[in-house]
């Protein structure tokens, strides 16, 4: 399946400009099979979400973009994340404890929110945003020289937060699945690759 990791709703993250309804419409007409809401330290939209899935029959995963000590990390699985920021460290400990799967978001973008090179010393994270569609093309690529040097997941997301941004990049999975933890555990034992938009479909690269 192809599905874009990283968007915001607007009714946890406030610097959003998309509904939930916007983004799926957008993501369907697109031929994106998912997508995750990942809004800015909070799951609140968990609830709502499960239900407009049920009722489009489109997979939609909330997780939570954390915004660690030392960076954001995306992640799935977990039930709850610290409501103070603490060591990307122990939040990678938290999250792989649940059983859950985590990403360090746009690590060199010029926002100083990404791990940077923490991510060399943080040990656990299970993939990195090669692409991030909020990241210029030179940060991405050494998002994707850190990735290949460290073996982790490489991963393709928009971090949309305005409808032409949706589905600028995706990440290709080798299954379809429809429930949260059959998502998470697909990436924890799967091989991901990310994937660009080209105006019609989606061209799924290991470089760019
Ligand atoms: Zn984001």
Redesign the pocket.
Known sequence: MLIDL?L?EKTC?PDSFLSLEEIVNRARQMGLDGVCI?D?DSMGLRAQAEAYSRETGFPIFVGV?YFSLQG?I?AWGIDRFPGHRVDAQVFVEQVNAAGGFCVS??PFRNNNRGLEDNLRRVRGLHGVEVLNG?TDLEANRTALRYCRELGLQPIGAS?A?TLAQVGKYATWLPAYVTALEDFVSLLRRSSTRPAIWNGTSYDVVDTF
């Open positions: 990283h915001h993250s990942t800015h973009e954001d995306t978001c746009h909020s971090d937060h």
